[in-house]
């Protein structure tokens, strides 16, 4: 089945800097790549996602990449701003079955 | 437009008992896949219900089990609780099956002693 990896496990970055994480997932069929923002006590949101026929995609500070070839997708957030500390995850799927990363904690140091 | 909405939002349970958890989908929306996320294990797949029909299911033993309703929503049962299966038990919705965008509630926590 699926497995997806995820580093790093946590993150500090000084306000204002980026912030990269980065997930592999192991099933080339995987054709979906959420990524969830998890606030302590909350619900995951769904802050951005990419299918397999696109290898970028851009969201104000957010972007996410997408290497098929080499299995692997990134997250990228700029200009971080204490309000993005969260734990990250990110997830692969095929056909509505997400498999999801073990999470990354970021804190955004002011 | 309403969000996905889980009842209820916290349960205490005794090992042995069983236990049935509801979701409501967003509006319109006719997918509706159960998580269940512990800090050791992340958040993992248990099943997805899309018209009425289990259509993927986790890894997990045949005390989870669950259904869908005509009207999309969704109930969870766990029976013979153990000790483990305390978690949050989150539910997401989406519009149609395959690969489409998944929404959370804001989970069941439930605590077996």
């Known amino acids: 089945g699926e497995n997806v990896e995820q580093h790093p496990s946590t993150l500090s970055v000084q306000e204002g800097d980026s912030a990269v994480i980065k997930c592999t997932y192991s099933?080339?069929?995987?054709?979906?790549f959420p990524w969830y923002k998890q606030e302590l006590g909350k619900r995951p949101q769904l802050i951005i996602d990419?299918?397999?026929?696109?290898g970028e995609k851009k969201d104000q500070r957010i972007a996410v990449t997408l290497n098929k070839t080499a299995k692997h997708f990134s997250l990228h957030i700029t200009e971080t701003q204490p309000e993005d500390s969260a734990v990250y995850f990110c997830?692969?799927?095929?056909?509505?079955?997400?498999?999801f990363g073990p999470g990354t904690r970021l804190s955004v140091l002011p | 437009k309403a969000g996905v909405t889980q009842t209820p939002r916290y349960l205490i349970k005794t090992r042995g008992q069983q236990v049935t958890l509801s979701c409501s989908p967003i509006?319109?929306?006719?997918?509706v896949s159960w998580y269940q996320q512990t800090p050791g294990q992340g958040l993992q797949f248990l099943f997805e219900?899309?018209?009425?029909?289990?259509?993927n299911k986790g890894n997990f033993p045949g005390r989870f089990s669950g259904r869908q309703f005509s009207n999309s929503r969704s109930e969870m049962n766990v029976s013979t609780l153990e000790l483990g299966d305390s978690a949050l038990y989150l539910c997401a919705s989406s519009l149609r099956f395959g690969d489409t965008e998944a929404f959370f509630g804001q989970g069941t926590r439930l605590t077996v002693v």
């Open positions: 997830a692969a799927s095929i056909a509505q079955n997400f498999v």
């Open positions: 099933d080339s069929a995987s054709n979906y």
């Open positions: 219900y899309f018209s009425e029909t289990q259509r």
């Open positions: 990419i299918r397999s026929n696109v």
């Open positions: 509006s319109g929306h006719r997918s």
